[in-house]
């Protein structure tokens, strides 16, 4: 089955516990993304993958570090958490190669920084 | 860059009623593409409905459709015979067909709520 996969689901933490949010896809994508949702801001970009070893910023990434050493995978790294990272997470996986260029986006992890 | 604004943080329609959506976007690109998300409360994104801005028939869906209009940069949601499954988030997103950077913007969302 086509699908995105996050770990955790859910996540509580202390301010200041490095933690990590995987994210996996078997479609074999180029393009992923890592988005955070809060109420009345719809989806905002943090960081994205356009291929392995590519990355960049997208609209909110203070406070997050990614990396892409497989195609596949695509974690989210907090370093540092703070309160104001409590929040939704998704991420999602597209590709040009197929028209429609829609998102296929993970279950999503809610996280909690206290 | 592109915004993508949902003026109605908030709708509610009648079971077996048809309720509309709206969403507006602001870009100077001509090509792009626009959808419609559904966020039921297991928070999972659904697609509903992909229009893409070079093509000026509407998209269907079985019982969801779009009212594209691609002068007034406008993208509405109509749903047909309303059904309890319908209560949801809805977000109106919109892509560029040059798959670059920031691609992908998301409006506010509107929570639909469906009276039985």
């Known amino acids: 089955e086509a699908q995105v996969t996050q770990n955790p689901r859910y996540l509580i933490t202390v301010t200041g516990k490095k933690l990590t949010v995987t994210c996996s896809q078997n479609m074999n994508h180029e393009y992923m993304s890592w988005y955070r949702q809060d109420p009345g801001l719809g989806l905002r970009q943090i960081y994205y993958?356009?291929?392995?070893?590519?990355?960049d910023k997208g609209d909110v990434p203070e406070g997050y570090k990614v990396s892409r050493k497989e195609k596949r995978n695509f974690p989210l790294i907090l370093e540092s958490p703070s309160p104001n990272q409590t929040s939704l997470y998704f991420c999602?996986?597209?590709?040009?190669?197929?028209?429609?260029?829609?998102?296929?986006f993970g279950p999503g992890t809610r996280l909690t920084v206290t | 860059a592109q915004t993508v604004t949902q003026s109605q943080p908030e709708m509610s329609v009648q079971e077996a009623e048809t309720v509309t959506l709206s969403c507006t976007y602001d870009?100077?690109?001509?090509?792009?593409?626009l959808f419609w998300y559904k966020q039921p409360p297991s928070r999972q994104m659904i697609l509903v409905i992909r229009q893409e801005a070079y093509k000026q028939q509407n998209a269907t869906e079985n019982r969801f459709s779009v009212n594209f209009q691609k002068a007034a940069k406008s993208f509405s949601l109509k749903i047909s015979d309303s059904q309890l499954g319908d209560a949801a988030m809805y977000f109106c997103?919109?892509?560029?067909?040059?798959?670059?950077?920031?691609?992908?913007?998301f409006g506010a969302g509107t929570r639909l709520t469906v009276k039985p």
């Open positions: 993958s356009m291929n392995v070893e590519v990355t």
């Open positions: 870009t100077s690109e001509s090509d792009y593409y």
């Open positions: 997103a919109y892509r560029s067909a040059l798959f670059r950077e920031h691609d992908m913007r």
């Open positions: 999602a996986s597209s590709t040009r190669q197929v028209t429609g260029y829609e998102q296929y």
